[in-house]
């Protein structure tokens, strides 16, 4: 669902361009809105979310899809915990629809897809290692590392049911929010991925942006 927001970029209180290859971490308060803006389009924004208070509560695929009974995410889909709890609500959509099911890029998945020697490109599973390790104080490791949203990914689902990855459908100057409903941390890996349509086979950055509680 198409949804624009009310909220004007100048009034946000944080703005972060995250290069592809790199990941983002932060903590986002309930109350406060974030938008992952795609500035040049068709690319992947592979993000998790975990409680800050308890970060063995963490984003959910099986309950959101559950609970909303479709598998795509957009504007009103409320992002569920593994406890059921709402963590995020997706407040704005100029996108359409975001995937959950597709998972994130590794470098193993990667030469068991493509080839083996794809096995030293960059990954998003691999951007996500990095920030746990780097960013300790969160106290998450490898284990925490769990299924995904993939934001502006488009993963449409055959008439059989497989899985499909196909040319974005996101494009430069749209954009997804989110407003958060507990203290969250947001680990997001802008995708590398080079040997599928994700990024349009040209992964560009995104910009993070957060605009405090009204
Ligand atoms: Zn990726």
């Given at each position: 669902?198409i949804?624009?927001s009310?909220?004007?970029?100048e009034q946000a209180s944080?703005?972060?361009v ?10 986002l308060?309930a109350?406060q ?5 795609d500035?040049?389009g068709?690319?992947?924004a592979?993000?998790l979310?975990y409680s800050?208070?308890d970060?063995?509560?963490?984003y959910?695929a099986i309950?959101?899809i559950r609970?909303q009974?479709n598998?795509y995410?957009?504007?009103?889909t409320?992002?569920?915990?593994n ?5 995020l ?7 359409g ?5 597709g ?6 998945s990667n030469t068991v897809?493509?080839s ?8 998003c599973r691999?951007s996500w290692?990095?920030?746990v390790?780097?960013?300790d104080?969160?106290?998450l490791?490898?284990r925490?590392?769990t ?5 502006f990914?488009?993963v ?6 497989g ?5 974005g ?9 989110m407003r958060?409903?507990?203290d ?5 890996s802008n995708c590398p991925?080079?040997n599928n349509?994700c990024n349009?086979?040209n ?8 605009w405090d509680?009204?």
């Amino acid at each position: 669902m198409i949804k624009e927001s009310d909220l004007q970029a100048e009034q946000a209180s944080q703005r972060d361009v995250v290069p592809a290859g790199d990941y983002y971490m932060q903590v986002l308060k309930a109350g406060q809105t974030l938008r992952i803006l795609d500035l040049e389009g068709n690319q992947a924004a592979d993000t998790l979310f975990y409680s800050s208070a308890d970060p063995s509560e963490r984003y959910s695929a099986i309950d959101t899809i559950r609970e909303q009974g479709n598998v795509y995410l957009t504007a009103g889909t409320k992002l569920l915990s593994n406890q059921g709890s709402e963590m995020l609500t997706i407040t704005a959509d100029t996108c359409g629809r975001h995937d959950t099911l597709g998972g994130a890029c590794a470098t193993e998945s990667n030469t068991v897809r493509y080839s083996l020697d794809k096995k030293c490109m960059h990954a998003c599973r691999d951007s996500w290692m990095l920030a746990v390790a780097e960013n300790d104080r969160y106290g998450l490791s490898k284990r925490d590392i769990t299924h995904n949203i993939n934001f502006f990914m488009n993963v449409p689902i055959t008439a059989a049911g497989g899985l499909t990855f196909e040319d974005g459908i996101s494009g430069a100057g749209k954009y997804v929010e989110m407003r958060a409903e507990m203290d969250v941390i947001v680990l997001m890996s802008n995708c590398p991925q080079l040997n599928n349509p994700c990024n349009g086979y040209n992964p560009t950055p995104v910009e993070m942006l957060i605009w405090d509680a009204a």
